[in-house]
Structures are given as C-alpha cells and as structure tokens.
C-alpha cells in the first residue's frame, strides 16, 4: 500500500516531449491530499468498527448472561412448584393419616364406651332383679308377720 511519503517522494523520469512537470506535481500534490484524507477516514472507520465490534461483543455477552439467567431462573422456579406440589402431597398424606388415625381412635372410644353401657345395662339388670327380690322377701316378710299377728 502507498503511503503519502511515497506519493510525495515519487520523482519521474524526465523525457523530451513529457509531460509538464508542473502539471504532474499538481496532480500529485492533489492525490497527495486526497490519499492523506482517505487514509484518516480509513483509520477512523476501522476505529469505529473495532469500537463497535467491543460493544457487540459486551451485548452478546450480556445477552448470553440474561439467556443463561433466564434458564436458571425458569429451572429455579419449576424447581419450587414441583417441590410446592411434594410438600403438599405430603400434607395432604399426613392429614390423611391423621384423620383416619382420629376416625379409628373415635370408633375404638365408641365400642369401649357402647361395652361399657351394655356392661351398666346388665349391672343395672342385676341390681334391679336383687331389689325385686329383696322387695319380694321383705313383702313375703310383711305379710307372714301380718298373718302371725292375726
């Protein structure tokens, strides 16, 4: 690639019936200036392009973090449903089991309670039959005093 000191440098050959000497230094005088600015913009323009290609990659790596975050974050949360939706299961369970553990503790209570009643039943029976006799004797007593007196 030609620099500016080479256009600036550059000497040509002279030959009878060349070209004008003062012509050819004007127009590399003039390619001179037009090389210098293309060269600056050239530079400037791959400033810019390298300047932007450190931001896209900074965007492209924060893009891949918030994917990335995003993944997690998505993970993480059906993570907690699915460990919302166990716990449950085992509440439910457990309330389960303590709900029929209260039912066969309740029926246990009633089939004591029922023995017992049917045991008073029979007491109560028992004791009534006794006083019917022992009324029983005591009226046969009365009336065998009654007869004895008359």
């Known amino acids: 690639m030609l ?32 090389y210098e600015g293309l060269l600056r913009e050239n530079m400037e ?12 990659e900074y965007y492209q790596q924060m893009e891949s ?19 919302g939706k166990k716990e449950s299961e085992l509440i439910i369970k457990e309330g389960e089991i303590r709900a029929l553990r209260m039912v066969n503790e309740a029926t246990e209570k009633v089939r004591r309670m029922t023995a017992e009643y049917d045991e008073l039943k029979k007491q109560m029976a028992v004791a009534r039959s006794r006083m019917r006799n022992l009324l029983s004797a005591q009226m046969e007593l009365l009336n065998t005093t009654e007869e004895d007196e008359s």
């Open 65 to 83: 973090t918030l994917h990335n975050t995003l993944v997690i974050a998505q993970e993480t949360a059906e993570e907690v449903k699915l460990s």
């Open 45 to 56: 323009l791959k400033e810019t392009i390298q300047q932007l290609n450190t931001k896209l």
């Open 3 to 34: 620099t500016p000191m080479d256009i600036h440098n550059k000497e040509f050959k002279r030959s009878f019936r060349g070209y004008s000497e003062r012509e050819v230094d004007e127009f590399l005088d003039l390619l001179l200036s037009d």
